[in-house]
């Protein structure tokens, strides 16, 4: 998986360039090249690995480096699986954390993942309960050997919500893996090329030269020279260290491995990656938790100091912008300006007042006179004036059915009151 550093572009139907916007999705990698070479990760990841940013230095991020792998290979050993399988599970194990941090993920469930997955890969399939049982049987040695348990007998793993549980956690990992490396798990693998060196330089005879090349191969997928060189020139380095430890002369005149594209520097830095795998401090299992454990605390505990500066530092700017607009409130209040009071309007008499309600309704000034307002009351008048007519015509019908309602008893009424009918009584 290569990442270009050209500008992404896509095609759609017509032939026209689009940009990565165009389908509404963030642009993560400005390409990817899918081949069936081994990825070289570039210098300034390999010095810069992501867990040195969380607080872990560089001698530790090897020895839990190493200690992955060797988990892997002893598990490896547990469940038959081929060699291949195991130094597959190696590299993804460094892949992946050349793209996450130690101290984001649990330690054992990425290894469990790696192995279960290299498994799969390389046509070697394992049930994920059998994987599960060998990596318990590893912790109960471990820990028989630290005398944390009183019986020397190994039981196997209970299927109960822990185990459940773990499963659950395992293949999470899995997925988190296969997503990390963009689902390019391909490995190729320089063992058979020592074989085909070594049979080239006429040395094949010799099955002490292979074995111990062999065995270089496999201790150098503790390290991280496979994301580092081609898996040619790693082939190439082990077969001359075998060379060299069995004092078998080679050719140096005209240096052999120039045949196989290798280079001087490339096969004496590889030897140097590999010898110091021997002098390293072998760093336990149980060592490498406990440090992980303290350096995920020593993590939390800064994260919650940077935000607790951060929260104060945001009270702090509130307090003072509260501060701000209190102040601009009370010098904004002082700076308006003192409104007299108006005088008192004289109450208009009873004359005054009826004239007044005449000229509002009918438009005209007081006591027949023109108003000032002429112009705005005749404005409203015409403005209402559709509402006005369509009342009163709804107000006169009602009220000539009132009339035509009560005329008769009006005439009975009257005939009662009349002189002629108190008279007739």
Not at 295 to 307: F, G, S
Request: aromatic share 10%; hydrophobic share 35%.
């Amino acid at each position: 998986l290569a990442m270009s550093k050209q500008s992404a572009v896509a095609y759609d139907y017509t032939d026209k360039e689009v940009s990565a916007a165009y389908f509404n999705l963030p642009r993560l990698y400005s390409g990817v090249s899918i081949t069936l070479e081994n990825p070289i990760l570039p210098a300034e990841i390999l010095s810069n690995p992501p867990s040195l940013a969380d607080g872990m230095d560089y001698e530790t991020e090897r020895a839990v480096r190493f200690c992955g792998c060797d988990l892997i290979q002893r598990a490896s050993i547990l469940l038959r699986l081929p060699q291949v399988a195991a130094a597959t599970g190696q590299i993804i194990f460094h892949r992946f954390f050349y793209a996450r941090s130690f101290l984001r993920c649990t330690f054992d469930y990425v290894c469990m993942a790696c192995i279960y997955l290299a498994s799969k890969i390389e046509e070697s399939p394992r049930r994920i309960r059998d994987v599960i049982n060998v990596f318990h049987q590893l912790k109960q040695r471990r820990m028989i050997k630290q005398g944390l348990l009183s019986e020397n007998k190994i039981l196997p793993c209970a299927l109960d919500h822990r185990y459940v549980f773990l499963k659950n956690e395992v293949i999470k990992a899995e997925r988190r893996i296969l997503k990390e490396l963009g689902f390019c798990v391909h490995v190729k693998h320089p063992h058979k090329l020592i074989y085909v060196f070594l049979k080239a330089l006429n040395t094949l005879d010799n099955l002490s030269v292979l074995q111990k090349a062999w065995n270089f191969m496999n201790d150098s997928l503790r390290s991280d020279v496979f994301l580092r060189y081609a898996p040619e020139t790693i082939a190439c380095a082990c077969v001359y260290m075998a060379a060299r430890a069995y004092s078998i002369p080679m050719p140096l005149e005209k240096p052999w491995w120039r045949l196989f594209n290798a280079s001087d520097r490339e096969i004496y830095d590889i030897c140097f990656r590999i010898l110091g795998l021997y002098r390293q401090k072998y760093m336990d299992w149980a060592e490498a938790e406990e440090i992980l454990d303290r350096l995920r605390q020593l993590r939390e505990m800064k994260l919650a100091n940077v935000a607790n500066v951060v929260d104060a530092t945001v009270v702090d700017e509130l307090k003072l912008k509260q501060t701000v607009d209190q102040e601009a409130a009370v010098d904004n209040f002082e700076s308006k300006k003192i409104v007299k009071p108006t005088a008192r309007r004289r109450r208009n008499t009873g004359e005054e007042e009826k004239y007044s309600s005449y000229s509002r309704r009918n438009g005209h000034g007081e006591k027949g006179e023109k108003s000032k307002s002429r112009r705005v009351h005749h404005r409203s008048r015409s403005h209402h004036s559709g509402s006005r007519s369509r009342s009163r015509s709804r107000h006169r019908r009602r009220h000539r059915s009132r009339r035509r309602r009560h005329r008769h008893w009006d005439a009975g009424f009257r005939e009662k009151l009349s002189p002629r009918f108190l008279t007739g009584c």
